[in-house]
Every structure is written in C-alpha cells, then in structure tokens.
C-alpha cells in the first residue's frame, strides 16, 4: 500500500502536477466567513490577455481584461485600457499577450474511475501481450502474496494478433494471486484462473448470462475473457481498494484535470459512496473543479435522488440532478446494439441492456423524480430504443425539466439523427472515440452505416445540441486531443490524410463550445459557468498558444499554463 502512494506520488510529479504538493494548498482552504473575506479581498484585474469569451456572439477581446470580486464573480470584461482606469485598486495579473478560454468542462468522464486507474496496473497504450505482463509484474512487485493484481486499459485491437487473449497468458506468470483486467472500454474484463475460480460459479456446459458473454474454448470451459454482464460473476468477489488510497488517488485526479484545463466535469454513474467522497472533499476545501455528478441508475442511489431530491451543494462543485443508464455495451468489443448484423462478426448484433418496456419504466421512474436521464447508447439499436422511449414517454411529464441526454450516440440510423434535434436530446459525445475506433470501425459497420456514425457535424446541422467529453479514463484526460480530433479527425500522426468522414469535422468555435457552454448547457449551469461573462462565475485558463489560430496539428501540444476556478488560481504549471 505504502508503495502504491509512492507510485501516485511518483505519478504526480512526473506529471508536473507540482501544484498538487505546494502553494495551492492554501487556496483551497475552506473559507470561515465568506462574507468577511469577501469584503476584504480586493477586485482581481487580469490584463492584457486574448480573451476569447465564447459569449452568444463569440466575441474575441484582443487585448482583454476581465475583473472579478472575492466571491468569484466576474463583474466586468472588456479591453484592458479603459478596465485599467475602471479598476485602479485592483489586484493586478498581467499574462502577457497569452490566451484565455472558459474553464473546459469533460460532459462525460469519470473522475471517480480516474482515481480508481491510479490505484491499478495500466495498460493503456500496450502494444502486445508481452508489454501488458512486464507492466504487470512490475506493478506486482509489491502487492502482498496472494492480493489480487487488478488492471485496465488492454486493447486487443492495438496488438499484432488482434484476439482476445485468454487465461492461460495470465497463469503462466501469476499462477498464485487472482488477477482481473479490465479493457479499455470497461465493457469486458480478462481474468486468470484463480479469479475464475473466486467466482464460485460452475461455468461448465454452453449457457450465456442476459446481456453478456462468457468466451469459453472448446471444451465448453471459460477462456477467461468476460463481456458485459458476464464480467458481474466475478467483480463482486474483487476486494475493495483502501479508503485512504483512494483519496490520495482522487487529489492526484482532479489536479490532473486542472493542470488541463478542465474546470468541470459531469461524472456518469456513481453511487452514494462517491457521492460522500466528494462532499468529504469539499469539507476539507479540497475539490477544486466542479463535478456534475449522474447517479448510477442501476442500484440504489437513484432511489435516494428520487426521495430526497437534487443535490445542489452551496460551494457550487457538486451538483446530482442526473441519472445514467445503459442501452448496450462498446463497439470494440461487439457489445453495442446494431440493428443488422456487425459487418465482420454475421450473425451477432450485440448485446441490447434491456427490453424497451424496461427502457421505458426505468425512465418513466427518472422523469417522474424530476431528474435529467443520460442513457449510453453506442449502437444505432440502442440509440433508437432510446429515443423510441424519450419519443414516447416525455409528453407523460411536462414539468420534468427535460435536457434528457444519449451518452456517446456512437452509430445513429439516418432516421434517427434528427429526432436528436426534434426532441430536443443532447447528444452527448467524445470527439476521441472517433479517431480511436476509426482503424476498424469500417470493418465492424461496413461502408453504408458509416454515414450516421460519430456524426458530429450532421447533428448539429440538424439543430442537435453537442456537449463533448472524453469519457477517460477509457480515453484520455487532455481535452486538447478531443478538439484536435474534432477539428482534424485525425490521429497524432496526422492519418488519415484530410480527416476520417472528413464531412463530420467541426470548427474550432464549434468544438471548443461544446467542451465549454453547451457542455455547462447539458448540466443546467450554462448560466454560472461556460462562458466569460458579467455575473459568471470566473473558472477561467490561461494557454501557451491561441488554440483558436494555430494549424490543428498543433492542438495536442497545447499546454495549460494556468487553471482558475472561482477567482482563485488552483493551478499553475
Ligand atoms: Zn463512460
């Protein structure tokens, strides 16, 4: 365990997330009076910066300054002369010339299950077998005998045999500690034998779980690979990580969203124990970005939300007023719902969560509590149960506040796409699936379903609203790459040459809106947050380079130079 910390300190620094363990600090200690410090903190006056607003007319300052009080409000912008004379006593910051965004919101990553990849193996990014064991047995080391060895990130599709891989990879060189690996996507787990065998579950003869997949070999027994549902014989037999590591684990996460430039992010699916640790957090005035957190709609806490209704914490980083589903499983492992067959794999169409009579109680149960819906759905089956339900049951509930939101709206049907606009759905999705899944999307879909799929530009030309995240950590953390892959849809190396379904690029103000105020849109904060505005709330970046001007191929090399929430800088590189 000690050695663990070690790690994610280790981690930190090689990060460069200094901040985490010096100056700020300070800044996040709780307030005692807040009116007090309020009326005691001088105006903040930041000058002499590109300010670009992404107001309603996407105003660029050129040499703007922007004020905010001790509360954190923004009470003027504009250029930075006149503001200058405005605001002589202010506290002045002078960046220089640099650029300044709104605080980038991920409307779909997991800030939880980023804390929780702190504390595992990973094998993100391996490029065979023989790369994923030595990082095993390097992060083996150290465990205690016998402790389960626990990972994720593997990917199949990135190495030169493109198959699943099976126990026997893992016996071989963990033959005395269970070891449980979770794919990239989350959606299928690779075990060795001794965690088979803490399923305490007979596997013989041919049966399959509802909504999941046992693989076994040709003498009927598992192979050790486990998609879906299947995967839930053995992960509650997975011990729980310590309290305390998780903790050190979730301070070193939401530094790492700091130092790039996301000031907010809406969690999907995490329980009442999240839920407490991020309002532990908050006690100790060590929550520095906001979380808009989306109930797991599969266990009890949506319960909760539902009795004591949303959650609106008075420091304005934690809000609950959302629940998340699922319809279907991840392209990568077949599990997504299509409504033919996957064009390599005849016959298989994915798995589908539940029927569409379970959809729509399970909706139906959300609307009526006054909450937001945000159903995973990845296959054009799936997005269709969903809207078929939104379609069906949102006229039921007229005072529900709507906003329902498809998360990923991966693979949509050409029926399908402008019912997003037409019932007033967000699609929310990550502009990095895309370059991740181009490689063998084709081979999955076929050519003539390409046509809905991550079809950014056909929904929003449909009048569909976007809020965009990464979804990390399945992908990564740095929102650079999602607008890089937005604008570009291409990968780092610059491939394909003029962009995958090129027709489905997006500027760069259409990208950057939807990690900023349609993102805060999709939360109900677009009035707090999302744009640099009078009365806003000043979560603000300050960026080495004008992302809004340099060729796209530079976007990834973007570097955050300093994050800013609530008037106080809680970052700085
Ligand atoms: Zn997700």
């Known amino acids: 365990m000690k050695r663990l910390v070690q790690r994610v300190i280790f981690l930190a620094l090689s990060l460069g997330l200094v901040g985490l363990f010096s100056g700020c600090g300070e800044n996040e200690a709780p307030a005692r009076n807040p009116a007090l410090e309020q009326a005691a903190s001088p105006l903040t006056l930041v000058t002499n910066a590109r300010i670009y607003t992404f107001d309603a007319g996407g105003t660029l300052i050129e040499n ?51 804390a929780l990849s702190f504390t595992r193996a990973n094998l993100t990014g391996t490029r065979d077998k023989d790369e994923v064991l030595a990082r095993l047995r390097d992060f083996a080391r150290d465990l205690p ?4 060895l626990l990972g994720r990130g593997w990917d199949q599709n990135d190495w030169p ?29 690779w075990a060795n034998s001794l965690a088979i065998a803490e399923a305490d579950r007979d596997f013989s003869g041919g049966w399959q779980p509802e909504g999941g997949f046992v693989h ?27 309290p305390a590591l998780i903790e050190s684990s979730m301070d070193l996460a939401t530094q790492t969203l700091l130092s790039l ?15 407490r640790l991020y309002q532990k957090k908050i006690t100790a005035g060590a929550l520095p970005v906001r979380v808009y957190a989306m109930a797991d709609g599969m266990n009890e806490t949506t319960e909760w939300l539902c009795v004591n209704g949303p959650l609106n914490d008075p420091s304005g980083r934690l809000v609950m007023r959302s629940v998340k589903l699922y319809a279907d499983g991840a392209l990568g492992s077949r599990g997504a719902a299509l409504l033919e067959h996957y064009s390599d794999d005849p016959g298989n169409r994915g798995l589908m969560f539940v029927s569409a009579g379970e959809m729509e109680s399970a909706l139906r149960r959300v609307f009526g509590c006054g909450l937001q819906a945000g159903v995973h759905a990845i296959g054009d089956a799936a997005n269709r149960q969903v809207l078929d339900a939104y379609q069906k049951i949102l006229p039921d509930f007229p005072d529900n506040p709507g906003r329902h939101r498809v998360e990923h709206a991966q693979i949509l049907g050409p029926d399908d796409l402008a019912r997003f606009a037409a019932l007033d759905v967000i699609a929310a999705m990550q502009p990095t699936h895309a370059t991740s899944d181009m490689y063998w999307a084709g081979e999955r879909l076929g050519e003539d379903r390409l046509d809905g799929a991550y079809a950014w530009q056909s929904l929003l030309g449909s009048g569909a609203r976007l809020a965009f995240g990464s979804d990390f950590p399945v992908e990564e953390v740095n929102p650079m790459l999602g607008i890089h892959a937005a604008v570009s849809r291409q990968d780092l190396e610059g491939w394909p040459s003029g962009g995958w379904l090129p027709e489905q690029r997006l500027t760069r103000a259409e990208a950057v809106r939807a990690f900023t105020l349609d993102a805060a849109y999709a939360g109900f904060m677009e009035h707090e947050v999302g744009s640099l505005e009078t009365g806003k709330r000043a979560d603000f970046i300050v960026l080495d380079r004008d992302v809004m001007e340099i060729p796209a191929a530079e976007i990834p090399e973007v570097r955050v130079i300093e994050t800013w929430v609530d008037g106080e800088r809680v970052y700085v590189r």
């Open 161 to 189: 045999e493109q198959v699943f891989p099976d126990r026997a990879d893992l016996d071989e060189a963990f033959p005395d500690r269970p070891v449980w690996l979770r794919r990239i996507d989350g959606h299928a787990a």
């Open 261 to 275: 430039g996301l000031t907010g992010v809406h969690d999907p699916g995490v329980d009442r124990n999240v839920i």
């Open 145 to 148: 005998a016998g402790e389960w």
């Open 216 to 242: 076994r070999d040709g003498r009927g027994e598992p192979t050790g690979i486990f998609i879906d549902r299947a995967m839930d014989f053995i992960e509650p037999f997975v011990p729980a990580t310590s």
């Open 64 to 114: 703007g300054a922007l004020a905010f009080d001790g509360s954190g409000k923004i009470t003027a912008i504009g250029d930075s002369g006149p503001m200058l004379s405005q605001f002589p006593g202010a506290r002045r910051v002078d960046f220089g010339g640099k650029t300044i965004l709104p605080g980038l919101i991920d409307a779909h990553g997991h800030l939880y299950g980023l």
